[in-house]
């Protein structure tokens, strides 16, 4: 077997030869080559996501296992876990989708919690381009709105019918995702702490227990040819590479699954991904400092004459690897066999040898097919210090300034060209089920009940929200990362939550280019500095490489997800219908900086200048004094000024609430469609006990200009703002809404 | 108020099924105790109430329904409508009667060919059976849709005994899915047996907003306590 076609580099088969001693045979070589991949191993990335901070006290656990799971009191757990599925959604772009969920689904009940939430952070090449002249225009076009519709069709298919609720997220569009969108699922799941289970083996001559799909030959190579190495012409040609879900699989899967669980019946529970087989056992046997053996003619096939490196990494959708004490497998089978799963003891637990080296045998009956040292394959990949250098036009990136480019002739116009609504897309996914979603998707953050089927009586609710803005990481990566972890911990204090801990998904081009590494190298450094400022830790990640067409990287995209914990439901929440007639206040400054701005990208396609400061520690007191608001009931609402600028907020706050509102303060284009950070708007009947509470918390400090002031009132039909703007509330919402399904050309019932 | 024991419902789960747990909720919540029925069981006794619940049963691959009528529990199921009990059957649970045969009519995919998370209005328009009986003809409620098959479509003859029998007990205010004659909800001829596409249990609980839903399913639990 050609190692290349694997892709495995030189230098990486003599490693091979040095560790075995000897030519590795074809199936250990697929082997390697599917846990050396960049998407296994993160080979050019581990070194540096060692800086993020990952522990505080309520982290139970933390990045590296199957989900990261936060202790939020009363023996409650909450586990949260990101993941990309991009290059199969660029080929397939439902089935793309759909497993992509799959997948993250099945980390979330391996750890013991049941999955109650979805989140996606989308990202599209335009679908809404203004000049169709240009036949590469109007191709690019179709081709985004058919990746749009079939991602949105997938996650749709696959989320609500595994019976898991999508209850938030975002949707961007911009050309450097052309051909190679982004799909990033989030999970939430909820546990009883009791339950916890990790994603590993212990136990010598504990079986080794394949549940749910039988093993076919789909996506085999998935995580070596497709998802580690970039799109050329002929990208189609990797379709076969793209898996297959079957949501019905994964339903029966998760009942049965925390139905064992919740017996006690087994010691390790980890789902089987990228990598498939050879993954899921070796990350297990890693994880419990054991060896595995695995016989290949106990795997369950889809077909007759499956070759035993087929099996070993095919990745086939809904299949968990379970580590069962041999006294329990008949109760284990007996729980399967009630919801129709599948299953297979298909190895065992070893001890380590003499040499305390754990060894991953593959076995066909009594003949051995491969003996790797298990470590080998995992925590001994390879690691790469990849070279890295700024990209040559960043400094012309920094100048040339948005504030250069001429004032509109309607900031009206130009403001409804900025209103992008998502409903087109969440209407498609069930975002109700199980009763916890206390708003409907569209607000900054999605918040939650804290309520199961095993956990009945919590007072407490969650707020997650998922972010990214790849032109301020363009423009730079390190404040940009750092202003994208900002923004999304102040969506989830929008929601009233207090936020703890974070999610990255990681979305860069080629990290062989040295301007995308180093672009890497400075956003997990903004993510690490943000973290530390707003007292956030990392419970868990994703690296997504390789994101490029033809040689051409994506700009760089760090999706953020944020939990944020609100203690008890009994405190005040926001209600967006409790804010006519109230003023507007807005928390930090009234600036008129336009660099990094969507107005500057969506109107001009003006990518260039410099992003407005950001201040962490104001940042930090930000939250606090907007949580202490509302949990003080002292605001109706609160909305963050992010894309669009404060134009933006107050449309937004209009078109969802159904209420006009009149500001006067605005007086320039540049102060209407800033995106300057550590901004918010907030909606109260008591604007006094506002600004006092602003001046009583640490929060003038350091500036001359107010840090917080009423700029405006909820009332009438139209959003009316200084001389700038004037528009009605119905022409708003209607672009607001249609504004998707207007550039794909269909009609909303 | 209730003096008499709890109405007892017994909820039907299928392989696939997930609104079960949501259903006991607004149930327990009007005051009505509530039990899981695997789809394998074969009794339905000492029963007040059967519901069969939103979801996918058995995936709905083939047809929304187009199995779940084999399981096991829908001969008992037979035997529980023919002796009068009373079964209400939502979303899936409303497309699992019509592949039965024991509501007419069948559930088509929406107009527009998209799945629907939305919230509807719906009205009341018959109140002869007791699920609506404590309503007044006219009432108009907030409950939300959750399906990619709702578009409701039976033949000119049935349309016109539902009309006339008084079947047709909910109506869309603004059609969202493109059923026949905005139907949302309807009855056997005997009125025991109700499917209806929108949620009620969605729409019972005030932190989600809407609680029209327990107008609803209390109107069913004073007529069958009465």
Known sequence: MDYKALGLVDDEFDSIKDILGRLPNNLELAMYGAMWSEHCSYKSSRLHLAKLPTSAPYVVVGPGDNAGIIDVGDGIGVAIRIESH????????????????????????????????????????????????????????????????????????????????????????????????????????ILPLKRLVRGQATGDGNLVVMLGASTGRDGIGGVSTLASSGFVDDAYTKRPSVQIGDPYEGKRLIEACLEILDKNLIVGLQDLGGGGLTSAASEAATKGGVGIDIDVTAVITREAGMEPFEIMTSESQERMLAIVPPSNFSQVEEICKRWEINLSAVGKVTAPGADASPRFRILRGKETLADIPVRSLTTQAPLLDRPSSPPSDLHFRSQQDPAILPAPTSC??????????????????????????????????????????????????????????????????????????????????????????????????????????????????????????????????????????????????????????????????????????????????????????????????????????????????????????????????????????????????????????????????????????????????????????????????????????????????????????????SKATSAFNLSIPNALGETVC | MRTRQALNAGIVVFPGSNCEHDVALALNSVNVTTQFVWHQSCSLDGLDLVVLPGGFAHGDYLRPGAIARFSPIMKALVDFIDNGGVVLGICNGFQILTEAGLLPGALCKNKGLKFLCQNTKVRVCSNISPFTANLPIGTELDLPINHFSGNYICDTDTLNELESHGQIVLKYVANPNGSLHDIAGITNLDGNVMGLMPHPERACDELCSITDGMVLLNSLVHSLDS
């Open chain 1, 412 to 729: 009206g116009e130009d403001l409804l060209k900025l209103l992008v609504g998502n409903s087109w897309i969440y209407r498609q996914y069930d975002h109700q089920l199980f009763l916890n979603t206390l708003r409907l998707p569209g607000h900054d953050s999605a918040l939650l009940r804290l309520r199961s089927p095993d956990i009945l009586f919590s007072k407490k609710a969650v707020a997650v929200s998922v972010d990214s803005n790849s032109l301020w990481c363009s423009l730079d990566p390190y404040q940009g990362a750092a202003m994208t972890v900002a923004e999304s911990a102040l969506n989830v204090s929008c929601a009233g939550a207090k936020p703890l801990a974070l999610v990255d998904c990681l979305n860069f081009g080629n990290p062989e280019h040295e301007e995308v590494m180093w672009q890497f190298k400075e956003v997990v450094n903004g993510i690490t500095q943000a973290c530390l400022d707003l007292s956030l830790v990392v419970v868990g990640g994703n690296v997504s490489f390789y994101n490029e067409t033809n040689e051409r990287d994506i700009e760089p995209t760090p999706v953020v997800g944020t939990l944020g914990l609100i203690q008890s439901l009994e405190q005040p929440l926001c209600d967006l219908k409790q804010i006519k007639g109230d003023s507007i206040v807005l928390l930090g400054e009234l600036v008129d900086h336009l660099g990094g701005s969507a107005w500057a990208k969506v109107i001009h396609n003006h990518r260039t200048g410099h992003l407005p400061p950001l201040d962490l520690r104001f940042h930090a007191d930000l939250i606090r004094l907007l949580t202490d608001l509302i949990s003080s009931g002292i605001v109706h609402y609160a909305h963050d000024v992010s894309a669009g600028g404060l134009g933006v907020a107050l449309a937004e706050t209009a078109i969802l609430s159904g209420i006009g509102c009149e500001v006067g303060t605005i007086s320039s284009h540049g102060q209407l469609f800033s995106e300057a950070p550590s901004r918010v708007l907030v909606y109260t009947d008591q604007p006094n006990k506002v600004l006092s509470a602003a001046r009583l918390s640490n929060f003038n400090l350091g500036s001359s200009s107010p840090q917080a002031q009423v700029i405006g009132e909820v009332d009438g039909e139209f959003i009316k703002i200084g001389n700038l703007v004037n528009l009605s509330l």
């Open chain 1, 86 to 189: 991009n290059h199969p959604s660029a080929l397939e772009p439902h089935q793309g989708a759909a497993t992509g969920v799959g997948g993250i689904i099945r980390d979330i009940f391996s750890a013991g919690a049941r999955p109650m939430a979805l989140c996606d952070a989308l990202a599209f090449g335009e679908i809404i381009k203004r000049d169709d002249s240009l036949d590469n225009v109007l191709n690019n076009k179709r081709q985004n709105s058919w990746l749009l519709q079939g991602v949105v069709s997938g996650i749709s298919w696959y989320g609500n019918s595994v019976g898991v609720p999508t209850v938030g997220g975002e949707t961007v569009f911009d050309d450097c995702y052309t051909s190679n969108p982004l799909v990033n699922v989030l999970c939430l799941g």
